[in-house]
């Protein structure tokens, strides 16, 4: 396999592996299912799909390298033979790539949509509104530097 094709299924990999943890999943799947129907892989193909983002979320951050890199190396991995057993054509796995950054573009520039609803009568405390909040810690004593 020339170097060229190796790097469009490595930049398609890892530009699928970005939208599994975006609200375009469902519109990279439905692309990656009717993609891989064209090249006849198996109806397995998506449930890896499946299985592969549920292992990225899992994670439980969007920045764990070492599962982001490892799922795109596997999809590199699975894209590439599809164009070693001449399922698909450079130009195939060039329009999905193409296919699959613009819908990376387009989640980048929608801004995430948040609701909250406070209820349950008065709140004494903070509330913090936020579309993501990870890696959270609460100190058990509320008000740690502050004698009560």
């Known amino acids: ?12 990999a890892t530009t ?4 599994m943890v975006t609200d375009s999943w469902a519109h990279a799947r439905a692309l ?5 129907a064209r090249a006849g892989a198996d109806t397995t193909a998506i449930t890896c799909l499946d299985d592969a983002r549920t292992r990225l979320l899992r994670t439980g951050t969007t920045a764990d390298e070492h599962a982001t890199s490892g799922i795109a ?4 991995t699975h894209l590439c033979r599809l164009v070693e057993t ?8 060039s329009a999905l790539g193409a296919s699959l950054r613009q819908l990376a573009a387009t989640a ?8 909250n609803t406070v209820s349950g009568g008065t709140q004494h405390g ?10 959270l810690a609460f100190p058990s004593d509320p008000s ?4 009560g």
């Not at 020339?2 to 930049?11: K, P, T």
């Not at 980048?108 to 609701?115: E, G, K, Q, Y």
């Open 1 to 12: 396999m020339d170097a060229e094709v190796a790097a469009m299924a490595a930049s398609g």
């Open 16 to 19: 699928l592996v970005s939208l």
């Open 32 to 36: 990656m299912g009717r993609f891989l």
């Open 73 to 76: 190396a596997e999809w590199q």
């Open 86 to 93: 001449e399922a698909l054509t450079g130009e195939d796995l």
């Open 108 to 115: 980048a520039s929608r801004p995430a949509t948040v609701h």
């Open 126 to 135: 903070p509330i913090v509104q936020a579309g993501t909040v990870t890696g």
């Open 144 to 147: 740690p530097h502050h004698p």
